[in-house]
């Protein structure tokens, strides 16, 4: 007894496996975590080293190279990329994508480890970098309060009232300073008391220490020894004793750190500064654990912050600034909306081709079984509802009801031929049955070498393929077993045939005779018809030119990311300045809901000149302009604003790649600075001169004002000092040290020695410091060095080892993302010296490895297809007349991205994939009954297709009718997410229409044409 038997003959099985497959997929769906993007353990760690006061070159030389030579050794390394900028440097590591990133990890530490490294360098830090774990939400904390104070209430207490929310993953106030105890020395008052900055450092070095001092026990107790040598507060540290002046004791008075220096209970070196409606304020990052509800999380968030507003000082307030998951939401709300009114449109469609409102409520409860089904599979996959996942769902709907129309659309026939509800349930799944297998093996085989492709976006593409393959597969299993059961009994208790339904046959019968005509006259000029359609479609292959090709369409999802940098070298203060006229300006757009700005390092950017500000724009539902025009208006606007570098782009890519989020984006390599600098200048201004490029801008800053400081080694050692003596007094003056830590509310602190700010901002003043030489006589270093003004880098980029430039921008304006890369490419090779290379990066990158993972994981899918059909149709040769369908498909869906100015990206290509999987299934219903009719008795091939492919039009028609109509909702509309759903959408309806029209011509054409080459050689074999 088979499944459709079992089912027909003991219903309660079918219904139960129903009930099951609803139940427990509506349970996994309220469990399944929420995000923007699929989880993907992204294969990347990052190494971060500081090195307070140190140049780029110095960190290039003294730092990063040594780690890099280290590094070279662990396996699967792809890309290394270092970073040196004034006082610290960093290195990201690129794995291949199948290296456990967790032992890499343990790799990358044993290897530093081994590397011998400068005292004064802090120890570094390596973290894994995934996109998933990018913020948020960002919120900011204005007060009128002092910044230390504020700043210290935020890390002691507020930080911990989010970090503890279930789903977060980490909550930081990066890039602001933090609190230090600030030594600040007094040279008048040093060199009064005859002293100099270093004896201020070894004075707290000796003089402010705490440890263990073991333990001891008499008959009845053990008593632990705690040496209390460490100052507890800013005054205890000022009354600490200077008892040595270079190295001497000193006996004529007796001085004090306080005598000396201003003690005072402070913060780091001011690197950024920020400000949030008017005020100034603390921006605090939210990060989510991986594999959590962002959506549920961000709730939970803004739950607290409502709840903490209730209790705050009054002095404070809170304000949720940017809140990413406000699009994730709005694409899953609008993801599942299109995909209830595709299930919705779809069965209107087939009960308009069955005329029956059974049969079309049999087949709408084939989308529940199948779609919630699948979501148990996602839930016990470690699967999230992101955008891919649902995507898969949205567009599989079509797919899923496939089956039940074909089988519903043949038990019906046979029913109306005279037999009984549970006969022709039978006969007729019994017959489609196989042409329905094939149909489905042949979609899950396009779907399933999804899952094998390469790279990043391999990844992400593996959750949109299972999710495929899970969902037809379920499809088959419900065709097979509940479909066939349902039909019976709707036949079994239904109403006698309505005038609708009469209606409906005899107009397929009609059109079904005049197909027929119509095929006589197209098989009769069989090979015209290959010939003619053939050239069609090599015709549209040239139109892939004249189609925009990008990695991700730019979306309006109600945010612009604006970033800003004033001149190499410009003060925090004077870029701060330039950020409030930027704010001045931004306030007055109507478009604009709010924002907040960030100076210097953080949010991105490591350098005092740079200026981040995220505007929220009101939703677009409320507003007439686009994101882009809102940015071209806001362009003209900022024009106003010199001295400052401001470029603009929105967040499509956010989650997509690990790299730069820019459209444009690639990098120069070579050994010469000034060699890649040159030519990369010579790019930007080709494509900007070609109108191709807008915001061009390059990370590679040239003309920081640098103070070169020269040892005159004659006149130091005629005066009895060290080098190092003059190294160690610059690094405690100017730079600033780290000497000592403080314990300070169960805490530890930096203790920080260094000259006030206002007593060094000239190059006499540096002169003016004393140093102590060897006969204890303090030297100024106007009389030990030479000094001149120079201009150096901003920061040095390495690529494997490489030095490199890299050039990021915007397209502009009516050319896409890959002429503009295709073109950056050619100029390059025209100008690029040897030993000197071109390379995309980014999102830029993803473009090109997207496409190539995709177009072979295409061809690998047909071919996988050819291998099922063939062995499903036990031929060689029919499944070519299947597969001739596919060609046209293509065509349809280049013809609809260029007739509708769309562009063919990473959407459009899943639709795409979707498309091969769709347009075989109508050549498998012609093909497949066209045989059964050949085996039932029918000789002349020709007249076998005659009959055999006008029954099997209405399917056909139901089936490309229904696939459209699906589509049609991704189509429709203008919410957030719309910019990716459009161009996936009309692929599939184009391809759908163009390849429908083909199949029913060129299919049965081919069919003929190949039939000659059939094998009929079969040998019988008695068991």
Known sequence: MNLISLSIRRPVFAWVVMSALIIFGAISFNRLGVSQMPDVDFPVLSVSVGYEGASPEVVEAEILDPIEQALLSIEGIEEMRASARQGSGSITLNFDINRNVDVALQEVQTAISQVRLPEDVDPPVIRKRNPEESPIMFIAVTTEKPLRESLQWVESYLLDQFRFIPGIGEVDVGGFSSRNLRVWPDLEKLKRADLTVVDILDTIQSQHLESAAGQFADDKKEYRVRWLGEATTAQEVGNIRVLRRGGQLIQDRTYQLKDVAMIEDGLSDI???????????????????????????????????????????????????IDFTESTKAVVDTTVHKLVIAAIVTILVCFFFLGSIQAAVNILFS???????????????????????????????????????????????????????????????????????????????????????????????????????????????????????????????????????????????????????????????????????????????????????????????????????TPTGTSIERTYDKALEIENIIKTNKHIDRFFVSV?????????????????????????????????????????????????????????????????????????????????????????????????????????????????????????????????????????????????????YDIRVKLPEDRVTKASDIEKIEVRNSFGLRVPLSELVTTEDNETYQGITRLNRQRAIGVFGQPAPGHGQGEVLQRAEIIAKEILPEGYSFNLEGA??????????????????????????????????????????????????????????????????????????????????????????????????LEALTKACPIRLRPILMTSVATIAAALPLVIGDSIGQETRTPMGLVIIGGTLVSTIFTLFVVPSLYLLLSKFESHNKDEIKT
């Not at 959590?292 to 009054?314: C, G, I, W, Y």
């Not at 690990?658 to 600075?673: A, E, K, T, V, Y």
Request: charged share 20%.
């Open 367 to 565: 989308i529940p079984t199948s779609i919630i089904g699948t979501l148990t599979i996602l839930y016990f996959s470690g699967f999230t509802l992101n955008l891919f996942t649902l995507l898969a769902l949205t567009l599989s709907i079509s797919i899923v009801v496939d089956d039940a129309i074909m089988l519903l659309e043949n038990i019906v026939r046979h029913y109306r031929m005279g037999k009984s509800a549970a006969q022709a349930a039978y006969d007729g799944s019994m017959e489609i049955l196989p042409a329905a297998t094939a149909a489905t093996l042949a979609v899950v085989a396009v779907f399933l070498p999804v899952v094998f492709m390469s790279g990043i976006t391999g990844k992400f593409f593996f959750q949109f393929g299972v999710t495929m393959s899970a969902a037809v597969l379920l499809s088959l299993l419900e065709a097979v077993t509940i479909t066939p059961m349902r039909a019976a009994l709707f036949m079994r208790t239904g109403p006698k045939t309505t005038r609708f339904e009469l209606y409906l046959e005899d107009l397929f019968h009609k059109i079904a005779q005049g197909y027929q005509k119509i095929l006589h006259v197209t098989l009769a000029y069989s090979k015209t018809i290959i010939t003619v359609s053939t050239l069609l479609f090599i015709v549209s292959i040239f139109l892939v030119k004249y189609v925009k090709q990008e990695f991700v369409p730019q979306q309006d999802q109600n945010i612009i990311i604006l970033s800003g940098q």
């Open 271 to 321: 690197r950024r500064r920020a400000k949030a409606d008017g005020k100034e304020a603390i921006t605090i990052a939210v990060r989510k654990q991986r594999g959590s509800n962002e959506v549920e999380l961000s709730e939970k968030v803004r739950a607290q912050v409502e709840k903490l507003k209730q209790t705050l000082p009054k002095e404070y307030n809170l304000i949720v600034n």
């Open 600 to 748: 210097g390092s953080g949010f991105g950017s490591s350098g005092v000149n740079s200026i981040s500000m995220p505007l929220y724009l009101k939703p677009r539902e409320t507003r007439k302009e686009t994101h882009l025009n809102i940015m071209t208006e806001l362009r003209k606007e900022l024009a106003a604003v010199k001295g400052v570098r401001i470029s603009m782009r929105d967040n499509s890519s956010r989650g997509l790649t690990s790299g730069r989020q820019d459209p444009i984006s690639f990098n120069l390599r070579g050994p010469n600075l000034d060699v890649l600098n040159e030519k990369s200048k010579v790019i930007m201004k080709k494509l900007e001169d070609e109108g191709l490029t807008a915001e061009l801008d390059t990370d590679f800053k040239l003309g920081l004002p640098e103070f070169l400081i020269r040892p005159d080694r004659e006149a130091m050692a005629a005066k009895g000092v060290a080098i190092d003596s003059v190294a160690r007094t610059l690094t405690a003056t100017v730079a600033g040290v780290r000497s000592s830590q403080i314990t300070s509310d169960g805490r530890r």
């Open 844 to 941: 830029a990158a993803g473009l090109t490895e997207s496409f190539k993972s995709l177009t072979t994981a295409l061809i690998l899918g047909i071919l996988v297809a050819y291998m099922i059909l063939a062995v499903q149709f036990n031929s060689f040769i029919h499944p070519i007349s299947i597969l001739a369908a596919l060609p046209f498909s293509v065509t349809g869906a280049m013809l609809i991205l260029w007739g509708t100015d769309q562009s063919l990206n990473l959407f459009s290509y899943i639709g795409l994939v979707v498309l091969m999987g769709i347009a075989k299934k109508n050549s498998i219903l012609l093909v497949e009954f066209t045989n059964h009719v050949r085996s039932e008795g029918e000789k002349n091939i």
